[in-house]
C-alpha cells in the first residue's frame, strides 16, 4: 500500500521509511551478499542458501515499529540455481512469486516453484499462439440459454467463448482471459465474439429459428479502445442485424476504473440501438451507485447470492434486488440456477429470466440452435 502510505505520510516521511526498509532488511537478512532497490517499494536481495533457515522469525523484526501505520512487507523468492540464467530473469521470477501473494491477507512469503514456471510457460505458449488462434478460427462461441419465465421458452442467450487448442486442447476462459486482458489482446477477441454473435442471430433468421436476443462480454479493456462503439454498430450492419437483438454485458470493475469514458460508450451504444446487461450484480465489486448513473437495460444477478439464498434458504436479499430492478425498469435475469427450487423460488418473486444449469449449460452452435425449437 505504499501509495496510501505517500499521501496520509507525506513524500518525505515515505522516503525516510524506505531508508529504514533498507537498512532493516539489510541487517536482518541472512548472510546478505548483495541487494539493492528495484523499483519504488521493491527491493532485491541475494542471499546464501541456508537450509534450516525459519523465514517466520525474520519477518516481523523488519517492519516492526517502522511507521505507526501497520505495514505488511512480502517475500517472493527465488533458488538461483541455474546460474547460466540472466539475473534479471532471476528477479522477475521473484516478483512473480511475490504477485501471487499481493493482497493476499496473512501469507508473507511465495516461492517461485515448478508450479508458477508452468503456469508462466502456459502463458507464454498463450500469448505466442492468440494472433494465430483467432485466425484459425480457433476460439469458439458457445451459447447458454436465458430461460424466460413468462413463456417458458428460452427468451435469450449469452456467447461464451471457448478456446479449442491443437495442442492444449480444451481451454475454459478462466484461463486465458484475465491474460488478454492485462495484454490487451481481449479487444479483438470480444469483437471477434460480437461478430460471431452477428452471424448466428443472422443464421436463425434465415433457418427460420427462434430469433431471441444474444450478448456478448465486453471487457472494461474494451472501453479504452476509442473505436469499439462503432465497430460493434458496424458489425451488426455489416449482417443486418436489428441492434436490439445484440446485447452487451458489463461489469461494474469497467464502470469504476473509469467512469465517464464507461458512461459515454454506455450511452453511445444505447443511442445506436443496442441493450446494456450490468453482468454479475451483486458478486464483491458492485455497488448501488453504479445503478445510478450507469445507462442499463438488464441486471444480472450473480450467481452467488442467489446460491446464498438457497443455502440459507432466505430470498430476501433477491428479492429486494429484483424489486428495486423493476423499479428502475431493468429487466432481470439470475445467473447460475442449478436447482429446480431456486427456478421456483426466482419465479415467485417476478425475476424474468433464469441462466443456469438446471435449464442448460453452455452449447455449440448446433446443440443450441436445435434447443431453440424444443
Ligand atoms: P460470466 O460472464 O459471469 O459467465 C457466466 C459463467 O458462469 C460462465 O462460465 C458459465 O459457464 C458459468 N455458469 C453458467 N451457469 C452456471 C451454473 O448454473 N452454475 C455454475 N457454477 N456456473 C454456471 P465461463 O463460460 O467459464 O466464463 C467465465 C467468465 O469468463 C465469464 O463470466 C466472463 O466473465 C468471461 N468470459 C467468457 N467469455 C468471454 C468473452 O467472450 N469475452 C470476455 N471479455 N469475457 C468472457
Ligand atoms: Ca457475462
Ligand atoms: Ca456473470
Redesign the pocket.
Known sequence: NFKSLNDRYGRQNCDQLLHDLADRLTDFLPDFMAGGRVSSDTFAFLIRHQEDHDWTTMIPRVSKGLMSAHISIKYGVVEYVDRTLASSLTCDRAIMALEMIKGVFNVDVAWYDEKLRKKQLMEHAIVETMQQALEEHQFVV?Y?PKHDLHTDTTGAA?????WIHPELGFV???AF?PLF?RNGF?TQ??LY?CEEVCKEIKRCEELGLPVVPIS????RM?FDALTFTSDVANLADKYGVDRSLLHV?I?ETAYSESPERVITALEELRANGFLIEL??FGSGYSSLSSLNVLPLDVMKL??SIIRQAAELNDYRIVHSAIQMAQFLGLTTVA????TKDEAQNLKELGCDLI????YS??LRQSEFESHLTE
Open positions: 458457445y447458454q449469452e456467447a461464451l467463448v471457448r475454459s476462459p478462466g482471459i486482458e481481449i477477441l470480444d465474439i456478448f462480454n465486453a471487457s474494451d454485458e461489469t453482468d454479475d450473480d450467481m445467473e447460475g440456477v442449478e441462466q443456469g444449469y438446471y449449460r453452455p
